[in-house]
């Protein structure tokens, strides 16, 4: 089993349907982790003498951040995936290669997706923002809350109404590839290979000078950072395989619960489950029509088959998001104290959903009820989010509290099961 093994998927025109971009990702981590959906204002920052605090360190503060929606482990301030009010997606991946990871605290990766959709309105501007803060102040860190200590180096996908980027890094070295139109997804591995449209300037000289590559033949920047022969790379089959595959027989026909579906797959392995699991799912629909809004689910809780996407949409004055908001501890200061005690994390979704899980486990004919109740909220909100895409008509008073009162009527199908 790949520990922290989640999946990023983007697709363009012409493989979606009406002119849109869609995301999608599965947080896959430990299984007792919770991951909170929180969303933070656009903030003007006046006093830049004051340092930004992130996960491990602090680091320069910007005069200006976007307001982001973000689904994170609710241990940590990054996050695992998440979007902007310009339609900038991010979701990152754990990956690792000949290049050695560091144990010093630095950025984590999920640190930098949250960095990159706070200071940048496009994909392109979001990876310039990554690389810079990653050759000055590095990658590192233990990525878990508690005794287990894991850290590696990350990729990511970004992605925004026009088109996506994959960005794959060794230590402070990198690759980039531009991604305008099909299918494209990334896993626990580095999946460039000679198309390179962006890099670090010294990436090459460094593998050469390492022996990773001998100078003469086409530069592969997986084969050359990664273990990997990226010849069986697509023949293989682990999950950057079989997600490629599901993509692939869906092109040109691919929708938002397209990407739902394929996040819900669990014989590939994509819809994980055991001591490490799929904990959130995040799916995007950018629209190319800059008229139409961006549309973002999250389910905010374990296994997407047994959770609901629930809607999020960008405008003034959002309600917070208090029912997927993890309690706050007066000593956050024990991510840096590492302590081996876990605070409880769990959010009131959260909280429902797991008591909903035993019912599942225990009565079948309930657990049919009840999840035939959460398809039929689901199919509710999807037909009213085609209907504002296909109508160009936003109620803003609505969609202010749009996501809580979603969170609200999927809460009350978890107790009115679990009560009865």
């Given at each position: 089993m790949e520990p922290f093994s989640c999946d990023t998927f983007?697709?363009?025109?012409?493989?979606?349907?009406?002119?849109?971009?869609?995301?999608?990702?599965?947080?896959?981590?430990?299984?007792?982790?919770?991951?909170?959906?929180?969303?933070?204002?656009?903030?003007?920052?006046?006093?830049?003498?004051?340092?930004?605090?992130?996960?491990?360190?602090?680091?320069?503060?910007?005069?200006?951040?976007?307001?982001?929606?973000?689904?994170?482990?609710?241990?940590?301030?990054?996050?695992?995936?998440?979007?902007?009010?310009?339609g900038v997606c991010i979701g990152n991946e754990a990956v690792?290669?000949?290049?050695?990871?560091?144990?010093?605290?630095?950025?984590?990766?999920?640190?930098?997706?949250?960095?990159?959709?706070?200071?940048?309105?496009?994909?392109?501007?979001?990876?310039?923002?990554?690389?810079?803060?990653?050759?000055?102040?590095?990658?590192?860190?233990?990525?878990?809350?508690?005794?287990?200590?894991?850290?590696?180096?990350?990729?990511?996908?970004?992605?925004?109404?026009?088109?996506?980027?994959?960005?794959?890094?060794?230590?402070?070295?990198?690759?980039?590839?531009?991604?305008?139109?099909?299918?494209?997804?990334?896993?626990?591995?580095?999946?460039?290979?000679?198309?390179?449209?962006?890099?670090?300037?010294?990436?090459?000289?460094?593998?050469?000078?390492?022996?990773?590559?001998?100078?003469?033949?086409?530069?592969?920047?997986?084969?050359?950072?990664?273990?990997?022969?990226?010849?069986?790379?697509?023949?293989?089959?682990?999950?950057?395989?079989?997600?490629?595959?599901?993509?692939?027989?869906?092109?040109?026909?691919?929708?938002?619960?397209?990407?739902?579906?394929?996040?819900?797959?669990?014989?590939?392995?994509?819809?994980?489950?055991?001591?490490?699991?799929?904990?959130?799912?995040?799916?995007?629909?950018?629209?190319?029509?800059?008229?139409?809004?961006?549309?973002h689910f999250f389910t905010g809780t374990p296994d997407p088959?047994?959770?609901?996407?629930?809607?999020?949409?960008?405008?003034?004055?959002?309600?917070?998001?208090?029912?997927?908001?993890?309690?706050?501890?007066?000593?956050?200061?024990?991510?840096?104290?590492?302590?081996?005690?876990?605070?409880?994390?769990?959010?009131?979704?959260?909280?429902?959903?797991?008591?909903?899980?035993?019912?599942?486990?225990?009565?079948?004919?309930?657990?049919?009820?009840?999840?035939?109740?959460?398809?039929?909220?689901?199919?509710?909100?999807?037909?009213?989010?085609?209907?504002?895409?296909?109508?160009?008509?936003?109620?803003?008073?609505?969609?202010?509290?749009?996501?809580?009162?979603?969170?609200?009527?999927?809460?009350?199908?978890?107790?009115?099961?679990?009560?009865?």
């Amino acid at each position: 089993m790949e520990p922290f093994s989640c999946d990023t998927f983007v697709a363009l025109p012409p493989a979606t349907v009406d002119n849109r971009i869609i995301f999608g990702k599965n947080s896959d981590r430990l299984c007792d982790e919770v991951q909170e959906v929180v969303y933070f204002p656009a903030a003007v920052h006046n006093n830049l003498g004051e340092h930004l605090k992130c996960t491990y360190i602090e680091i320069d503060q910007v005069p200006e951040t976007y307001a982001v929606v973000l689904s994170r482990p609710a241990w940590l301030w990054g996050a695992e995936m998440g979007a902007n009010e310009h339609g900038v997606c991010i979701g990152n991946e754990a990956v690792w290669g000949r290049e050695e990871v560091c144990d010093e605290e630095a950025l984590l990766g999920m640190d930098l997706v949250r960095l990159g959709l706070e200071r940048a309105d496009t994909a392109e501007k979001a990876l310039n923002v990554i690389v810079d803060l990653l050759e000055k102040y590095g990658q590192g860190g233990n990525c878990t809350e508690g005794r287990m200590v894991f850290s590696y180096h990350n990729s990511f996908l970004i992605a925004d109404r026009n088109e996506a980027w994959i960005l794959e890094t060794a230590g402070k070295y990198w690759a980039a590839e531009k991604v305008q139109e099909g299918v494209r997804n990334i896993s626990n591995q580095l999946s460039i290979t000679t198309k390179i449209d962006r890099e670090h300037p010294d990436m090459r000289n460094y593998a050469k000078r390492k022996g990773w590559w001998d100078g003469k033949k086409e530069f592969d920047f997986a084969a050359a950072y990664s273990y990997l022969d990226t010849a069986k790379m697509m023949t293989s089959s682990g999950r950057y395989c079989e997600g490629y595959k599901l993509l692939k027989k869906h092109k040109g026909n691919i929708t938002f619960e397209t990407m739902m579906e394929i996040l819900r797959d669990k014989p590939s392995g994509i819809n994980m489950e055991g001591e490490f699991l799929t904990t959130a799912s995040m799916v995007s629909i950018l629209p190319q029509d800059s008229s139409l809004p961006c549309i973002h689910f999250f389910t905010g809780t374990p296994d997407p088959e047994r959770s609901v996407f629930k809607p999020f949409i960008f405008v003034p004055h959002i309600s917070q998001l208090l029912d997927t908001s993890s309690p706050t501890f007066e000593l956050e200061d024990l991510v840096k104290k590492k302590s081996h005690v876990k605070p409880d994390r769990r959010h009131p979704l959260y909280q429902k959903h797991q008591q909903a899980l035993e019912v599942v486990h225990n009565n079948e004919e309930k657990a049919k009820i009840m999840l035939d109740n959460m398809r039929k909220l689901e199919k509710e909100l999807f037909r009213e989010m085609e209907s504002i895409l296909q109508n160009k008509h936003l109620d803003v008073e609505k969609i202010v509290n749009l996501f809580p009162q979603c969170t609200k009527d999927e809460i009350q199908i978890y107790q009115s099961n679990v009560s009865c």
